[in-house]
T-cell receptor, first 115, second 114 residues
Framework: DQQVKQNSPSLSVQEGRISILNCDYT??????FLWYKKYPAEGPTFLIS?????DKNEDGRFTVFLNKSAKHLSLHIVPSQPGDSAVYFC??????????????FGKGTLLTVNP | DTAVSQTPKYLVTQMGNDKSIKCEQN?????MYWYKQDSKKFLKIMFS???????INETVPNRFSPKSPDKAHLNLHINSLELGDSAVYFC?????????????FGEGSWLTVV
């Protein structure tokens, strides 16, 4: 049962344009969401996160939007750069206590930014 | 100086063998994890230790046994390796278990069972 879904396995955009990566979740107990970036042959690295009390968090070129009612979040990268080409994982965790605090990952979306 | 380091990075071994993957962290975090990324690219938690004590044990075969000799180390021992064990295994850490804080990953250990 996939509780975190990234329905687009890949996305290709032109340099300078916006990249939008989407993520849906099913577990209403999730209240903290993260995006990780992964280059080939490396471990995932933290990119940006958002708590359920917010609907937007911005860090430089990266902005994460959260729509709790739709159980949907998205990562916007503006402007996209070739170095952003990587696999992006969406992850979610619940409140402290119980098994929901562990991070649950989506399958990832491969972003390719073309020069 | 790598915060979360795993060895070996690549491991090719035959079915039936026993192998270990080691993980060390220098972040001073209390919590360490093992994650597995299988051929379908799912990244799933296997185990979590907090201060050397097991706090998460997902549905993982008994052939997989984590060992935490101290707070900075969490090793993964796998007995009687099977073809389906081929995957990338990631060690990770977090400052404490019940928090929304960031998890830091190691670079991964590519295990191929032939």
């Amino acid at each position: 049962d996939q509780q975190v879904k990234q329905n687009s396995p890949s996305l290709s955009v032109q340099e300078g344009r916006i990249s939008i990566l989407n993520c849906d979740y099913t577990n209403s107990m999730f209240d903290y969401f993260l995006w990780y970036k992964k280059y080939p042959a490396e471990g995932p690295t933290f990119l940006i996160s958002i708590s359920s009390i917010k609907d937007k968090n911005e860090d430089g070129r990266f902005t994460v939007f959260l729509n709790k009612s739709a159980k949907h979040l998205s990562l916007h990268i503006v402007p996209s750069q070739p170095g952003d080409s990587a696999v992006y994982f969406c992850a979610a965790s619940g409140a402290s206590g119980g098994s929901n605090y562990k991070l649950t990952f989506g399958k990832g979306t491969l972003l390719t930014v073309n020069p | 100086d790598t915060a979360v380091s795993q060895t070996p990075k690549y491991l090719v071994t035959q079915m039936g063998n026993d192998k270990s993957i080691k993980c060390e962290q220098n972040l001073g975090h209390d919590t360490m994890y093992w994650y597995k990324q299988d051929s379908k690219k799912f990244l799933k938690i296997m185990f979590s230790y907090n201060n050397k004590e097991l706090i998460i044990n997902e549905t993982v075969p008994n052939r997989f046994s984590p060992k935490s000799p101290d707070k900075a180390h969490l090793n993964l021992h796998i007995n009687s390796l099977e073809l389906g064990d081929s995957a990338v295994y990631f060690c990770a850490t977090r400052d404490r278990p019940f928090s929304g804080n960031t998890i830091y990953f190691g670079e991964g250990s590519w295990l191929t069972v032939v």
